[in-house]
């Protein structure tokens, strides 16, 4: 999908007239393209019986910008199938005005692997 300003600049390119009213138009688009995408994927994950398979509070690992990050998940949203994973090391805030998290997709999300410590051998 593409931005408003792209969509605008395309058509100007290719010799249309970009007034107030087509940037409307565009961006009107753009909304309810977002709405047509999150519709669709409610539906396919009540079809499919998509849940969560971590709880809020969660230590996690996910990888962001080709980085893995440690996070916690603190919020959960079923019906779109994400968490939103607040992260420190990227400066996420708890409260206020600044980023809360990522929000990313269930399969994006891994659980911390229990430290080599608290493994046992069975005898």
């Known amino acids: 999908m593409h931005s408003t300003f792209e969509a605008a600049k395309r058509l100007s390119s290719a010799s249309w007239d970009v007034d107030d009213e087509t940037l409307e138009v565009l961006g ?25 398979q971590r709880v809020m509070g969660s230590p996690v690992d996910l990888v962001h910008l080709g980085e893995t990050v440690r996070g916690e998940i603190v919020s959960i949203d079923v019906e779109q199938a994400q968490y939103t994973v607040f992260c420190a090391s990227l400066g996420h805030v708890r409260q206020g005005v600044g980023t809360h998290g990522l929000i990313v997709d269930f399969e994006r999300v891994h659980d911390l692997a229990a430290p080599a410590e608290a493994f046992t051998l069975e005898g």
Request: hydrophobic share 40%; aromatic share 4%; charged share 30%.
């Open 28 to 52: 009107d688009r753009s909304v309810h393209m977002l709405d047509a995408q999150r519709t669709a994927v409610a539906k396919w994950v009540s079809q499919r019986g998509v849940k969560p």
